[in-house]
């Protein structure tokens, strides 16, 4: 054999190499998931009495570590939630799901931290239980009992709230811009 088609039949397997090791990364990226969605962080029940109303986006990459049609999973999401829709707070956290995938509906039992490295510093542990339809729309309730305060209102910072206001609101709430805990309420796509 050439030096000539030597080096074509090393390429042609590297080649072969990085093709398979493409395709199975593709078949692995089945037990992921696009979930992007809207919500609402509250803190009281009822809504109505809430001193905090504010707006959240969400958008993540939930990557399950077992087969889709085991009845009970686990997985890891890493993503980005939207204070007032567009502050960006970064959040990881783990999942376990009860049910297949390919069910009707399955349940949902979460735990994350976020940390707001853009506006205020404010920092949390949210606990988060849910149902999913269809595998693709995902209804889940949060808490998050406990975490650090931001150094800045949010709704100062949206210029939603005026300098005053928002220093009213601390001197009424013992100097705090978060109160804890609060609650969330979160629709979600997954694709």
């Known amino acids: 054999m050439s030096r000539r088609n030597s080096i074509a039949a090393l390429s042609m397997m590297i080649a072969a190499i990085s093709l398979s090791s493409f395709a199975d ?3 692995a990226s089945d037990r992921g998931h696009l979930v992007w969605g809207l919500g609402m962080a509250f803190s009281k029940v009822p809504f109505s009495l809430s001193k905090l109303k504010l707006p959240l986006s969400y958008l993540a990459y939930d990557h399950q570590f077992t087969d889709p049609e085991k ?9 980005m939630y939207g204070f007032e829709v567009i ?4 959040e990881a956290g783990a999942n376990l799901y ?14 994350s931290g976020f940390y ?17 339809f269809s595998n693709r729309f995902d209804v889940s309730l949060m808490i998050v009992p406990t ?29 705090k811009n978060v109160l804890f805990p609060y609650f969330g309420f979160m629709v979600t796509l997954r694709h």
């Open 87 to 90: 502050v960006p707070v970064p």
């Open 71 to 79: 009845m009970v999973r686990y997985s890891a999401e890493v993503g």
């Open 25 to 27: 990364v593709q078949l």
């Open 98 to 111: 009860i049910g297949r995938e390919s069910s009707k509906i399955q349940g949902k039992i979460g735990l």
């Open 147 to 175: 975490g650090r305060d931001a150094d800045r209102s949010y709704l100062e910072v949206m210029g939603l709230q005026s300098k005053e206001e928002a220093a009213q609101f601390r001197l009424e709430n013992d100097g």
């Open 116 to 132: 707001d490295i853009a506006v205020g510093g404010h920092a949390g542990m949210a606990v988060k239980t849910g149902l999913i």
